[in-house]
């Protein structure tokens, strides 16, 4: 008997003989309940912790975030804002006096468009805005010196739409010509760095052209900022990008840092400023869904940049740099779980894990004083910022407690599957709270969308709440997530509908053959490319009793030149005229739609841009015309990600009315 199986044995007896009638089961109405910690940032002198918490507005049906900020010792946790119009990205001046946050607040001073620069003394008062632009504040950093900010901003709009009555006809001349959320990319707006002075409230301009620059942060001695931009000849047909740097002067001339012609991201200057720690791909294709990024650093006054984590072979992201540059520390992801390490500058060599563990490690900030701030999650509980102090990790905020006060939350154990080719797949699953070990329950395949991402050890709301409902549910890392190395995640590449559903398959075989799982009632869902992959499931057998297939397709052809992957198709499956074999064969489950025999719901966005709604649509009439049960949910002005609160409840709703009709 395998350890997975004697875990899972253990866990199902100790819960059911531990399961408190004071408890309940989650809903989806807990949804409205559940707050989200984001951006946390220490003090100057380390004694503080700023962070965003967004909440649910049910009146309004949207979210709004307020700032908050907490004392190291975790005595003290103060809100800071309470406003309609909601706060973000706050940071500390360098003198620690002042916190400035980005928000669009309506004021009586000129008027602006979008996120302004706000300012709060930490002393006391309300909140003053610091900018009035004509645009909006897309990021922005302090100078060392607290003198002057660095803002990113985007050119405003050259068509202010409110002042005609008819909106003037979308002439479109770009390559990579709509976006999500963006939607169709015809304004000649760029985004440029600028520098603003703080007394004089004079804005002066950095950098300017037919490029984009973002990721821009100062060098310790304030004299010069490193930055990210695509500047080839077209970047809507490329994914590349490279670090430069310019002069914190008006004027100054740029000079190109790094020339792989893959991605170069997340400049970090070293304490000293000497060297620029940085994460790169591996790959330097002009397309690469399926790569890794690697840690890397290189002299800031140019030179060969040192490959510090290739061996390693996992994704690592956001460096940050100890306080003596003795070492860089940096986020991991590995096989379900993200854990913290620190690496030599000199050498790559793994020095450290600072916090690791079957949970997950989101954002990383230092103290300076060799302490940590960083954001934890695990199956039993959602994201709250912790603190990493020469000793394991410990909770700061509490900001979670009272969404799981009344819970009992579902059992999550991990499990190792075999596919049909031998192909070693890792998964969890989830277990009903109130689980009896007499009985057999129906299983949900939630299938995570990516592909490149992966299924891990943090809170997972969704799959929380179809199991409270009485399902056994699994989230399997099929062949093309990460956190199992490169060859693992790029296998699929042009092959898609392949290996992964050999080893969802695979996943599902060994799951039946648990005594708890009734091998008659199987579902399957998931969303974007897990709802693409629902759609092969479904294609390829009719074991399937229910499905829900969101924001997906099954006729990839169809979506050429419709969405926003142009560059992907172009250069993984080719051009429909050169390789129609192979669109034809990733697009079998509408082509053979007469194989498909499960009742099967099919959700989208209205205005999706990345699986345009044509994809549930085609789904959807043809399983209409061959008689098998099937329904269309449009969620109207939602894009790819669902967002209004609302929507969120009723898709849960609609999920499990759908399996408790045809898997009970």
Known sequence: M???????????????????????????????????ISDPQPSPDGQWVSYTLSTIDSLKDTRNSDLWMISWDGSQDIQLTNSPDGESRARWSPDGKYISFLSSRPTAEPPSKGNQIWLLDRRGGEGRRLTSLKTGVSDYAWSPDAKKLLLTLTDPDPEDSSKIKTTKPYVIDRYHYKQDVEGYRYKKTHTHLYLFDITTKKLDTLTRGDYDEGSATWSPDGKSIAFVSNRTADPDQNANTDIYIIEARPGATLRQLTDWKGTDNSPRWSPDGMTIAYTRSVSDEVYHMYDESVLCVIPAAGGTPRMLTRTLDRPVSNPRWTKDGKSIAALVTDDRAQYIATFSPNDGKLLTK???????????????????ITIQSNPKHPSEIYKIDHAAPSQLTKQTEAFLAPLELSTVTPFQSKSSDGTDVSGLYFTPPSISNSNKYPLILFIHGGPVGQDAYDFDLTRQILSAAGYVVAAVNYRGSNGRGLE????????????????????????????????????????????????????????????????????????YGVDQYINQYNNEIGTPWTSIDRYLKISYPLLKADRIKTPTLFMS??????????????????????????????YPGQFHGITAPSYQKDRFDRWLAWFKKYLK
């Open 605 to 634: 966005g209205e205005k999706d841009f990345n699986v345009p709604t044509a994809g549930s649509e085609q789904m959807y009439q043809a399983l209409r015309t061959l008689g098998v049960p099937t329904e269309l949910i449009i």
């Open 354 to 372: 600072l916090a690791s563990g079957a949970c997950v490690f989101n954002a990383l900030e230092s103290t300076g004083n060799d302490a940590w």
């Open 2 to 36: 395998s350890k997975y199986i004697l875990l899972s044995i253990c866990l199902l007896g100790l819960y059911n003989n531990t399961y408190s009638q004071s408890k309940r089961p989650i809903t989806p109405s807990d949804l409205y309940r559940l707050p989200a």
């Open 488 to 559: 693992f995640s790029k296998t699929i590449s042009g092959d898609w509908g392949n290996k992964e559903v050999i080893d969802l398959h695979g996943a599902v075989d060994w799951l039946v053959k648990q005594p708890f799982i009734d091998s008659t009632r199987l579902g399957v869902a998931g969303w974007s490319y897990g709802g693409i992959l629902t759609d092969y499931l479904i294609a390829s057998d009719t074991r399937f009793k229910a499905a829900s297939s969101g924001a997906g397709t099954g006729f990839t052809l169809s979506l």
